[in-house]
């Protein structure tokens, strides 16, 4: 069997562990029934979950590749699928299968060079994938600078790694911002596209942004304003994938199908598309 018809055929998993992140976003996460990871991605690619009976769904993968042991999707609470998974408990089983898409360019783009994360809300889940690579192979990247911003405090992903680890480790910069001011908060307080503006980064830099669509357009139009090259930025684009395989059409945009030439793009790519993401 070849790894494209492998990637179709589901797999059990089992949910071992739900985390609440943020009032509306867990993170779960998943085994094979004999505790093994179902199998093997990059950073960056997707994974199709399914509740038989239910749904299935396309959810980035938001643990590293390095992880050995089992793989974690953060996932925010916003239709049928995501609604019946919150209500999920260790133990439950699901289908599974993947990996899907296209990946960050981390072992031959990014390798060498200074990064700069910028990420939204929900959007940090695809780039904790790529960020705890470029941790774990901390040699083959220069400094690294993380953008992120939320609602609240309350909704920001992952917080507590965050803290914990991302802003122990040496030559990591993490900034955080809320996009209003809150009680507890002593951060800063204001958009993400002004945020980034307002540090006004060196153009020497890869970037790769995730978050809603509006924030995206507003931070890429900051970061052109600060002399980066669209050449010089990517980011991921998964809010229409549905099949994974391109064969339903639902992301379809211009020549491009989300599932199969994405969800990674360089933003220079983005300017042959329609306008209508």
Not at 143 to 158: A, P, T
Not at 221 to 237: A, D, P, R, V
Not at 253 to 268: E, L, M, N, W
């Amino acid at each position: 069997m070849n790894n494209r018809e492998e990637t179709l055929i589901p797999k059990i998993g089992v949910i071992t562990d739900v985390r609440i992140d943020t009032p509306d976003v867990k993170t779960f996460r998943v085994v094979t029934p004999d505790g093994k990871k179902a199998f093997e991605h990059k950073p960056g690619q997707c994974a199709m979950l399914s509740i038989p009976g239910v749904g299935e769904a396309m959810f980035s993968i938001t643990s590293s590749p390095t992880n050995s042991e089992f793989m974690e999707f953060s996932i925010k609470k916003c239709g049928c699928v995501t609604e019946w998974l919150h209500e999920a408990e260790p133990g439950q089983q699901i289908t599974i299968r993947g990996p899907y898409g296209n990946p960050f360019p981390v072992d031959d783009k990014f390798k060498g060079q200074d990064l700069l994360f910028v990420a939204g809300g929900i959007g940090l889940a695809p780039l904790r994938s790529v960020i705890n690579y470029c941790r774990h192979y901390r040699e083959n990247y220069g400094k690294i600078d993380i953008v992120y911003g939320s609602r609240s405090k309350d909704d920001l992903v992952d917080y507590q790694e965050i803290l914990n680890e991302w802003m122990t480790d040496d030559n990591i910069f993490v900034h955080l911002t809320i996009d209003r001011e809150q009680e507890g908060w002593d951060g800063h307080v204001g958009f993400v596209p002004n945020y980034v503006k307002e540090l006004g980064f060196d153009t020497n830099k890869t970037v790769i942004i995730c978050g809603p669509p509006i924030m995206i357009k507003f931070t890429l139009e900051g970061l052109c304003s600060l002399g980066f090259e669209k050449t010089q930025i990517y980011t991921t684009m998964e809010l229409r994938m549905k099949c994974g395989v391109g064969k339903c059409g639902r992301c379809n945009i211009g020549s491009k199908y989300v599932c199969k030439d994405g969800p990674v793009f360089r933003c220079d790519q983005l300017e042959e598309l329609p306008n209508e993401y």
